[in-house]
């Protein structure tokens, strides 16, 4: 799965632990999703759409194998 995260977040002017806080998760959970290396939750994915003032499928990309 690939991911606009780090596109918006620069977009908002927000850095990876800005992010993180307004999400409530650590920065390398922001990193490793921004890399594909981390797979959200629904709920971590709402929380980051609704951060990024964006749609959940606007902002992961899923690919099919």
Same mark, same amino acid.
């Given at each position: 799965? #690939? $991911?606009? %995260? !780090?596109?918006? =977040?620069? =977009?908002?002017?927000? *850095?990876?632990?800005e992010?993180?806080? !307004?999400?409530?998760?650590r920065? @390398? *959970? %922001?990193? /490793?999703?921004? !890399?594909? #290396?981390?797979?959200? &939750?629904? !709920?971590?994915?709402?929380?980051? &759409? =609704?951060?990024?003032? $964006? *749609?959940?499928?606007?902002? /992961? %990309? /899923? @690919?099919?194998?």
């Amino acid at each position: 799965m #690939k $991911t606009r %995260i !780090k596109e918006l =977040r620069a =977009r908002h002017d927000l *850095t990876q632990e800005e992010l993180a806080k !307004k999400v409530g998760v650590r920065r @390398e *959970t %922001i990193l /490793f999703l921004e !890399k594909g #290396k981390y797979n959200p &939750s629904l !709920k971590l994915a709402h929380d980051i &759409s =609704r951060a990024l003032h $964006t *749609t959940i499928d606007e902002l /992961f %990309i /899923f @690919e099919r194998d």
